[in-house]
């Protein structure tokens, strides 16, 4: 499945593909060359990519955290 979305670094259109089959899901703009692959899963980045970003603007700091696991209890 693709869906249309604004791209989180520019604001350009920018298309989401959902791979099921691989659980994961590529977003990318051909503005400014972001692409972000994620696991649908886990949620972990598996590539990133975004050469339209300057040096100058940008500024990221990564978190290495563990995954959150809920649990959820139904009640009968």
């Not at 978190?63 to 009640?75: E, M, W």
């Amino acid at each position: 499945m693709i869906e249309s979305i604004r791209c989180p670094n520019c604001g350009a259109i920018a298309e989401r593909h959902h791979h099921t089959y691989l659980s994961a899901v590529k977003t990318q703009c051909e503005k400014c060359d972001y692409l972000l692959v994620m696991c649908h899963r886990s949620g972990h980045v598996l590539e990133s990519s975004a050469l339209g970003l300057s040096k100058h603007y940008c500024s990221i700091t990564f978190s290495l955290a563990p995954p959150i696991t809920l649990r959820i209890n139904l009640l009968a």
